[in-house]
T-cell receptor, first 115, second 108 residues
Framework: NAGVTQTPKFQVLKTGQSMTLQCAQD?????MYWYRQDPGMGLRLIYY???????DKGEVPNGYNVSRLNKREFSLRLESAAPSQTSVYFC??????????????FGPGTRLTVL | AQRVTQPEKLLSVFKGAPVELKCNYS??????LFWYVQYSRQRLQLLLR??SRESIKGFTADLNKGETSFHLKKPFAQEEDSAMYYC??????????FGPGTRLSVLP
């Protein structure tokens, strides 16, 4: 039982390049999330998927797109990377965002640097 | 809009001393609050949630709706408590909002 897995662990991009961050969970969770973590700002929600087939914007969605490929997988795409997107990206999953006591389970993170 | 604030970026205490990590929130609905912790080289993980009224690793947190606070407390800090602590707010199934985090350093 791997929990939440993310690939890659590290990535360096040049401004304007594109890439996709992959996330998968094996806990049969309905809800999945993408966050970015920046110093002094904590975790900020980029996008989330409450259930398979749905996606919604979080606090900081600009410059990103997501795809809920199936119940297990939720990918985050940067179409044209910018230095402001340098951050650590975390994927998380939970049974259901609509459940008040829902616990989120986090992946190990992807450290992205955009030059 | 929902917001979570943690006024201290860094909190240093000596081993055996009491510790209190502050968390305040702004939310017009009925809040559900959590504390998440990230130990060095480990994943972010749930520490406790207010509805469970539980004590985990000696930590407790009480929701004070009048002061809109959810401070995390432990009477005697241990070195293994050193970590990054995040307060988080569940907002009516629409969103999860995390605070900026407080780094707790427990000195020997």
């Amino acid at each position: 039982n791997a929990g939440v897995t993310q690939t890659p662990k590290f990535q360096v991009l040049k401004t304007g390049q594109s890439m996709t961050l992959q996330c998968a969970q094996d806990m049969n969770h309905n809800s999945m999330y993408w966050y970015r973590q920046d110093p002094g700002m904590g975790l900020r929600l980029i996008y989330y998927s409450a259930s398979e087939g749905t996606t919604d914007k979080g606090e900081v969605p600009n410059g990103y797109n997501v795809s809920r490929l199936n119940k297990r997988e939720f990918s985050l795409r940067l179409e044209s990377a910018a230095p402001s997107q340098t951050s650590v990206y975390f994927c998380a999953s939970s049974h259901s965002i609509r459940k008040r006591t829902d616990t989120q389970y986090f992946g190990p993170g992807t450290r992205l640097t955009v030059l | 809009a929902q917001r979570v604030t943690q006024p201290e970026k860094l909190l240093s205490v000596f081993k055996g001393a009491p510790v209190e990590l502050k968390c305040n929130y702004s939310y017009s609905g009925s809040p559900e609050l959590f504390w998440y912790v990230q130990y060095s080289r480990q994943r972010l993980q749930l520490l406790l949630r207010h509805i469970s009224r539980e004590s985990i690793k000696g930590f407790t947190a009480d929701l004070n709706k009048g002061e809109t606070s959810f401070h995390l407390k432990k009477p005697f800090a241990q070195e293994e408590d050193s970590a990054m602590y995040y307060c988080a707010l569940w907002a009516d199934g629409q969103n999860f909002v995390f605070g900026p985090g407080t780094r707790l350093s427990v000195l020997p």
